[in-house]
Structures are given as C-alpha cells and as structure tokens.
C-alpha cells in the first residue's frame, strides 16, 4: 500500500481508504460479522483511513463499524464521520451549531472512540452556504477545541460549492464523490485551486457508486439511464477482456497524484481484500483508453444534487 500526505493536516493517509457506508446496509442487505472482517481485512491490509457518516443506514453504519473498531488499537487508523445530514430528504438536514455539535457527541459513542481526525459538513449543497460558513464551520472549530476532533472538512457531489466555501473559510479537507472515476473526471479541474488552497482532497466512490461493477447499480442510484447504459457497455467490454471493470476502475481512481486518497466501499472482505491487491498494480493503459472511448458521449455527465442555486458551473461567487 503507498500512503500520502492529506493537505497540511500530517496524516499521510493510504492512497485506497475503506468507506464505511455500505455497513449500513445502503446497497444490499448486509450480515454484521461480514461487515466487521471487512473492516478487519481492510486494516491488515494496509488501509488506514476510514470514512462515515450517521446518514448511512441511519446510524446503523456508525454503530456496526464501532463494533468492529472495538478490537482495534486507536493509532492504526484514521477515521473521519460526518454532521448534517441525517436522511434522504431536504428536511433531514440540520446544520445549525447546537444539532452539529450533539451529533458529534453521539457519534463518538457509537463508534466507541473519544476522537475522531477528521470531522465533515455532510453534502453542502443541501445547505444554505453562508450558513455553512457562518455557523456550522466555526461551532465544529470550536469542537477541536475540545479534542474530540482534530481536522474539519466539507463533502458535496457539485464542485463549484468547494469554492465558494473555501472562498471564504478555512476547511482542511474536502471529500468528493462520483467526480474523479473513469466516467466522470471533472475533480481534476478543482485540483488547482484546492492545492494552492492546502485542501486536502479525498475522493469518494471510483466505482461511481457500482455503476463500474458487474452488478447491477442500486435502485437509488441518481444517475440517469444513458450514464448507466455506457457505463454497463464498459463493463462488458472488461468482461470480454477478461477482467472486471472495478479492478481498471480501482487503478484509475488511484493513479491520480493529487488525490490524497480514494474511499472505496464494500461490506465483503473478498472485495476489499482484491480492491487493495489491485490498487498495488499498474493500470492497463491500452484498456483504459477502449473503456473511455465507450463512455465518452456521457464523460463528466452528472446529476443535480441540493439546491439548484449550488449546482450548475462556478459562475458566481458567494458574497
Ligand atoms: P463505490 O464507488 O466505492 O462503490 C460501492 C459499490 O461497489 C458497492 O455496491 C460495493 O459492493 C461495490 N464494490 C466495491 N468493491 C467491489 C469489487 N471489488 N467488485 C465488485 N463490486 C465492488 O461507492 P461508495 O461506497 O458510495 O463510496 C465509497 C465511500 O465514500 C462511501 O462508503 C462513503 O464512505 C464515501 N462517500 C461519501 C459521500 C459523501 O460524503 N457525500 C458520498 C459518496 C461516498
């Protein structure tokens, strides 16, 4: 496993890190002792940067993978969760300083541990922005403060809400999803600016939330049915070839320099453990370019998310 630096925060973070949200039971139903060795596998293998969220299966990722930490030394991992967002609807969301600052709280307790490193702003663009920057980042501040965090971050599906925060606030970290995966590269253009920034930047879901898969995507999944048909023509293309699509997918997402780190997400131990043996390996390149010819009609197409005002291209900044 290679690690690298996450920003300036001094944690020098596996380049494939392990996502916890599928221990909620969010793509299929999952049995808890598969879940833990998951958890387990994921550790001896070298990953040592763990995501989650109280939103992922409604508190119930949280508390599965507090189970499975439980027999694990602090120091052998990183872990990062959330506050914010607590369901699937716009009413879910809840920002304000007295519910972030409780929702660390019962957090902590359900993943069993007194601090975690990296505390994050759970899908912005459901917020109101200067909300976000006025209220919500200074109270999780003032939670470092306190030890019970050491890092604070932002994560979204639209870009332009990175900037228009970071614009105006300090964040160490920012997690992005579905937007650096062989079908969708638009994170490389923010990279830039977040480097010049000293972001940190963690890249989430480079299966595209198993639209890079052999298996069919779940239900929920946003995206519409021409991002989904190109990409299932790219899995069958792999096939053809005699690989799997998610190995080429794992080497892509890695291969990215300034990507601190990519968190994959899995409840099975088999895939975790060939999620790790294949990010060691070097991308087929000949492969690679067959695959994006395939879906470049619908490359960096993507969907809305939150509010309509923080979608769309950066063409105005928050005043
Ligand atoms: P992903 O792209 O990692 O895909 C997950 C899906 O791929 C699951 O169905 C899983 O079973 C399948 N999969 C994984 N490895 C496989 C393999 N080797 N072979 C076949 N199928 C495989 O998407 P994700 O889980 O959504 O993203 C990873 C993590 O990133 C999440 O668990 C979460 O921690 C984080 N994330 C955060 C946000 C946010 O903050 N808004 C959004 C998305 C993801």
């Known amino acids: 496993m290679q690690y690298r630096p996450l920003g300036n925060t001094g944690l020098n973070v596996s380049v494939l890190s392990y996502g916890a949200s599928p221990l909620g039971s969010v793509f299929r139903g999952v049995a808890e002792p598969d879940g833990i060795r998951t958890v387990h596998t994921a550790l001896d293998m070298g990953i040592n940067f763990i995501d989650v969220s109280p939103y992922y299966g409604l508190t119930r990722a949280e508390t599965v993978l507090g189970k499975a930490l439980a027999t694990v030394d602090r120091d052998r991992y990183f872990l990062a969760t959330k506050v914010g967002r607590y369901g699937p609807e716009p009413k879910d969301f809840d920002f304000s300083a007295t519910r972030v600052t409780h929702s660390v709280d019962e957090s902590l307790a359900r993943l069993g541990v007194d601090h975690v490193d990296i505390i ?108 989904r048909a190109a990409c299932a023509r790219a899995a069958a293309l ?61 490359h960096n197409h993507t969907w809305p998310s939150g509010r309509p005002e923080n979608n769309g291209p950066l063409l105005t900044s928050l005043v």
């Not at 998610?246 to 291969?255: K, N, P, S």
């Not at 999620?275 to 010819?293: F, G």
Request: glycine letters at 4%; hydrophobic letters at 45%; proline letters at 8%.
């Open 120 to 227: 994050q702003c759970h899908d912005i663009e459901f917020a109101d922005l200067h909300q976000i920057i006025e209220e919500t980042l200074p109270a999780l501040r003032q939670v470092v403060t306190t030890g019970k965090a050491r890092f604070v971050g932002i994560t979204g599906l639209p870009l332009a809400v990175f900037h228009r925060v970071i614009d105006h606030a300090h964040v160490d970290t920012i997690l992005s999803y579905c937007r650096y995966a062989i079908n969708d590269t638009s994170l490389a253009s923010a990279l830039p600016y977040l480097l010049k920034n000293g972001v940190g930047v963690i890249n989430a879901s480079p299966l595209s939330m198993g639209l890079l898969s052999n298996r069919e995507p779940p239900t929920w999944h946003p995206a519409p049915p021409e991002i």
């Open 238 to 298: 792999c096939r053809q070839r005699g690989t799997d699509i998610a190995r080429l997918a794992i080497q892509f997402a890695v291969a990215e320099p300034r990507i601190a780190t990519t968190l994959v997400g899995t409840a099975s131990p088999e895939n975790i453990a060939n999620n790790i043996r294949w990010a060691a390996e070097p991308l087929d390149l000949e492969l690679l370019a067959d695959v994006q010819k395939i879906l470049a009609p619908i």
